[in-house]
């Protein structure tokens, strides 16, 4: 620890161990390892680099010369198993500062015979079927026993965690030393939720929020998401950016409405969604055309995505919403959005888009041939032997999904999922739901 200084005083973190609890707080994450990168990690260690900077233990985002003792590097160290979170930390974190610290953010592997007075341990998982390769050794030999141990013991003074508790208890083993670890911490540590550095707010609220709380990140609750995005785009500059992959004509009509003011008033507006040839039959197909036809009409630029699944909007590169609500398409009453105003976000949020799109092709589309019923679709990829099924088929008005047992009771209670014995899968009715809907246990 540098000489004469010390963070005992500062309320922020006034214990030695904290735990921040994100769960119930979760956006999945994109592409085919949604556990590598959390969205809401990245707002949180924001958010308390912010306040340890009002508090005075970190240097602010305007000074220019920084002595030696006292730069963000002598004092801080934020940590995580993944590269993909690292690099958003990076970015988040040279807002913050105004320059990007070299040694400031790193995966575990990196730290190892470093330590800091204060040391965030970014725990990353929150998404996704389990959390990853990082957390997947037990014993205490294992590698996750030993990087656990490395970046635990970086601390000097205050050690922070951030972790969603509920997704690592549903997910990590049952005699992992993490899963040991989570529960020390839940007994030992002082804990508090995301909510209390990130806001749950109301769109009203945004009216009347100084320029500076209106640039902190925000939570909005579903019933609050309309309101507070059209807000936003009301008072747009220059741009405005949605990704929906789902499209109903309600929210179309809606939408399409208020963009055309937009557009009319020379702002470029662009929506991403998925390709009408996506659609599971034919009349699909056909509606999903008339609401590209209808968002053109408004003077938007359509951009088609295959097989996306991103909820984005950014408005003039530097308001950022990121969620689980497709805004053209009618969703259920979970639904939960971020508002954050990093302009470096907008860029790594795109990034993220395109190499999921890259990495994820489509499958090709079913055609019928004239003269013949409507058929489910299937991947074309490979024959599919009379029986065989996998998740994602659509075989005889099912819908195949791919569900954990953990999570066997969720599927049911939400998509009134069924077991079928014979082919050892889970399924759906496909008439009455959604792909999107049943989006997570799909491949």
């Given at each position: ?10 309320p ?13 707080r979760?956006?999945?994450g ?15 260690v ?15 985002c ?9 730069r ?8 995580s198993p993944?590269?993909e ?10 807002q913050?500062f ?13 730290f190892?015979?470093s ?13 996704g ?12 030999s ?5 990087l ?12 922070v ?35 209390q550095?990130i ?13 500076e ?5 925000a ?23 949605l ?15 208020m ?6 008033a ?12 996506e659609?599971q039959?034919?009349?699909r ?5 008339d ?32 969620g689980?609500?497709?805004l ?7 639904d ?9 976000s907008?860029d ?6 395109e190499?999921?799109r ?8 079913w ?15 490979r ?6 099924v ?5 075989r ?48």
């Open positions: 620890m540098p000489p004469g200084w010390s963070t005992h005083f500062a922020l973190i006034d214990s030695p161990v904290i735990l921040i609890d994100t769960s119930g979760r956006i999945p994109g592409g085919g390892k949604p556990h590598m990168s959390n969205a809401v990690h990245a707002a949180v924001h958010e308390l680099v912010r306040g340890l900077q009002y508090e005075g233990v970190l240097p602010g305007r000074w220019q010369e920084v002595p030696e003792g006292e963000a590097t002598d004092r801080l160290a934020v940590i993944y590269e979170q690292v690099k958003a930390l990076k970015s988040s974190l040279a913050r105004g320059e990007d610290y070299d040694g400031l953010v790193d995966t575990v592997h990196r190892q015979g330590q800091r007075p204060v040391v965030v341990l970014d725990t990353v998982a929150g998404a079927r389990d959390p990853g390769f990082f957390y997947s050794g037990t014993g205490l294992s590698q996750t026993c030993r656990l141990n490395v970046a635990l013991s970086r601390a000097q003074d205050h050690l965690v951030v972790a969603d508790v509920d997704f690592l208890r549903k997910h990590l083993a049952p005699h992992s030393e993490a899963l040991t670890m989570l529960g020390h911490l839940e007994a030992h540590a002082q804990t508090i939720s995301a909510d550095l806001p749950v707010r109301d769109a009203d609220q945004l009216a009347t929020l100084s320029e709380e209106l640039a902190r990140p939570f909005f609750e579903h019933s609050e998401v309309l309101s507070a995005v059209a807000w936003d785009v009301e008072r747009a500059q220059r741009s405005i950016e990704y929906s992959a789902f499209m109903d004509p309600v929210p179309v009509r809606r939408w399409a409405q963009f055309g003011a937009r557009t009319a020379g702002l470029q507006v662009t929506v991403f969604t998925r390709r009408p040839e659609q039959d034919p009349s197909e056909a509606r999903h055309r609401l590209v036809s209808l968002l053109e009409e408004a003077g938007c630029r359509v951009e088609f995505r295959e097989r996306m699944h991103e909820k984005v909007v950014i408005i003039d590169d530097s308001v950022l919403w990121h689980s609500k497709n053209l398409a009618n969703v259920g009453p979970t939960l959005m971020m508002r954050y105003t990093d302009p470096a907008s790594p949020v795109r990034r993220l888009m190499q999921t890259m990495e994820r092709p489509a499958r090709t589309p055609r019928p041939t004239e003269g013949t019923a409507p058929a489910p679709e299937v991947p074309t990829q024959a599919e032997p009379a029986g065989e996998h998740p994602g088929l659509v005889d008005g099912r819908l195949y999904l791919n569900v954990p047992y953990a999570q066997k009771d969720e599927a049911k209670r939400l998509l009134r999922a069924q077991w079928d014995k014979a082919s050892g899968h889970w399924w759906v009715d496909a008439t009455r739901g959604t792909r999107e809907q049943a989006a997570r246990w799909l491949p």
